[in-house]
């Protein structure tokens, strides 16, 4: 994969029903993105990247759902 691609699940990856990378690029069509705009992305799919592997890390430590 190259280094400023996305990686399939972060691409995938839904808050609310709503595809986040997706919705913000929808959001945005028909206009010239900034450089500004073009980091914020990025930011964005760094953001998710680390909500995912936290999310992971949580559902390694607990053993079993709901928390009794």
Do not use: C
């Amino acid at each position: 994969m190259l280094p400023w691609a996305i990686a399939p699940e972060v691409w995938e990856f839904q808050v609310g029903g709503y595809q986040v990378l997706g919705k913000w690029l929808k959001d945005r069509k028909g206009r010239t993105l900034s450089y500004e705009d073009i980091q914020h992305y990025q930011r964005v799919a760094v953001a998710l990247e680390r909500t995912m592997a936290l999310m992971a890390q949580i559902d390694e430590r607990i053993e079993e759902w709901p928390i009794a």
